[in-house]
């Protein structure tokens, strides 16, 4: 388990990088789950990356686990790292999005 004060940061940058909220977050991964002629069960619908970022914000911060903190880095690193590859054809910068989406990022919400 992390240090308080890297905890705290790490606290912070997820939820800095996670930019939508948990019912956001869940009606997204719903929909991006559905194929045609299926239909998913809700509450295990999408990635089970998205799945975990999902539990991770209807948690507290003491409750965390380390498994949850490997998901917070993973999932701030991506967001981060995908901040300079915001150009290019309209449909790359489109998959990004959904990509960025099921961890719980939406590039195009404005900041609040």
Excluded: C
């Amino acid at each position: 388990m992390a240090d308080a004060l890297e905890l705290d940061a790490l606290w912070d940058e997820f939820h800095r990088a996670v930019n939508m909220t948990s019912q956001e977050l869940a009606a997204w991964l719903r929909v991006s789950d559905a194929a045609e002629g299926s239909e998913p069960v809700p509450e295990h619908a999408g990635s089970p990356t998205g799945q975990h970022v999902l539990a991770i914000l209807q948690k507290r911060r003491t409750d965390l686990t380390d498994d949850d903190l490997d998901v917070m880095y993973e999932v701030v690193d991506t967001v981060t790292a995908g901040t300079d590859q915001e150009h290019g054809p309209e449909a790359e910068k489109t998959r990004r999005r959904h990509r960025l989406m099921t961890l719980g990022h939406d590039p195009l919400k404005p900041p609040a």
